[in-house]
């Protein structure tokens, strides 16, 4: 049995110091159930009190215990009294000229994460964060440069998926025909952090958002991304079963340590081995590979014939992302031509290689580009060069 990751990070705990009441958003249903029970609730009762609560949460988007009609109201008032439907502060929202939707927010302790939501045609995905801050300091990524500060919790990661939900007006109203477009139809682990080093945080919130009389979105439409925090990845897909996207990057170890720090823990040969299972274990079609285009780094014919032989054997896509440039980088973009010819290579090899569209760069909302503004630009791009050549 693996032994479990530990790191010396601060998770908020559920009881918030502000107001002495639990949040109930990021419970999994369990989880509620006890703590309606350690209220006062019956035993008996708490199931079917659980139903009516997670529906008004999460189906109908109810803040306000008052609001829930078909519970009595010395019960409504007693939930008032013990809990709380808290979702992080919205403290800035920015909309690029292509629609993307930017938002920084507010949580426990005057912290501060990102959100994106994307809109697309047919589908709408919103790119939540997990930590504030990130641990893994990749060279080429904007979060990197930001110092892990703590872990989120499960409700305030569903919560960025809440207030999504708020600003697009997606809830539905009592009595309204039944719409069944949804406009956050996919999520993505992509944010601020790494997932991974968050586990439980992440199983619960998930959980949350995959449970079908809520949010109700499938374990297909909900991708996590990590760098390869290798012990975790079996329990991913046991725990989680979502779909599995690696930031790979490069196609060498001397380069991959440099691009993505981690790999000096896991190298290259260790996390393919650990993905080879992934999609029996998950039942997931195919894992993707998220590989930034960089000038002159890992963008040579050579890198691209090597990466299709590394994944050789894996059901696997490659999403190739042309680096998104922000203040102090140091690295450039590879030129669309390149990037094309390297596309070419991996879809002759029979892989599918699509090339990410950059979007939100207006607004720095693309890959790889966010980081809260109590942090941004802190750091001269003399630190920045000099922390990429360790």
Not at 58 to 63: A, E, I, K, L, N
Not at 234 to 255: M, N, P, R, W
Not at 357 to 363: A, H, K, L, N, V
Request: glycine share 8%; hydrophobic share 40%; aromatic share 6%.
């Amino acid at each position: 049995m693996t032994a479990p990751i530990t790191q010396d990070v601060l998770t908020i705990p559920r009881k918030l110091p502000e107001t002495g009441r639990a949040n109930i958003v990021g419970l999994t249903r369990d989880q509620l159930r006890e703590a309606l029970i350690a209220a006062g609730t019956p035993e008996k009762q708490a199931r079917m009190r659980v139903g009516q609560i997670w529906q008004w949460v999460y189906h109908w988007g109810v803040r306000d215990f008052a609001l829930m009609t078909n519970l009595a109201k010395d019960y409504r008032a007693l939930l008032a009294e013990k809990f709380e439907i808290s979702v992080p502060e919205v403290v800035t929202r920015q909309v690029s000229e292509d629609g993307t939707r930017k938002y920084l927010l507010r949580i426990a302790g005057g912290h501060e994460v990102e959100a994106v939501y994307i809109p697309e045609e047919n589908r709408g995905t919103l790119c939540v964060s997990s930590q504030v801050g990130c641990t893994l300091t990749c060279s080429f990524c904007h979060t990197g440069t930001q110092k892990l500060v703590r872990n989120l919790t499960a409700g305030e990661i569903v919560g960025q998926i809440l207030l999504a939900r708020d600003d697009l007006g997606e809830w539905p109203e009592p009595g309204a025909p039944k719409d069944e477009t949804r406009l956050v139809s996919n999520v993505v682990l992509m944010g601020m952090g790494e997932p991974l080093y968050n586990f439980d945080a992440v199983r619960d919130a998930m959980r949350v958002t995959m449970d079908g009389e809520g949010l109700s979105l499938s374990r297909r439409r909900i991708t996590l991304s990590t760098s390869g925090v290798v012990p975790e990845i079996a329990k991913t897909a046991e725990e989680i079963g979502c779909q599995l996207a690696i930031s790979f990057h490069a196609t060498t170890d001397a380069v991959r340590d440099v691009l993505v720090p981690i790999n000096r823990k896991w190298n290259i040969e260790t996390l393919l081995n650990a993905l080879r299972d992934y999609p029996k274990l998950s039942n997931s079609e195919r894992i993707t590979f998220e590989y930034v285009m960089l000038d002159g780094i890992n963008d040579s014919d050579e890198d691209a014939r090597r990466l299709v032989k590394l994944i050789r054997g894996i059901p696997a896509k490659i999403n190739l992302i042309p680096f998104n440039e922000w203040p102090g980088a140091p690295y450039k973009r590879s030129s669309w031509e390149r990037i094309e010819k390297f596309a070419d290579i991996i879809y002759k090899a029979g892989y599918a290689s699509p090339i990410r569209t950059p979007r939100g760069e207006d607004i720095m909302a693309a890959c790889g580009q966010l980081k809260s503004a109590t942090e941004r630009g802190r750091k001269s791009k003399a630190q920045v060069e000099a922390e990429a050549r360790v």
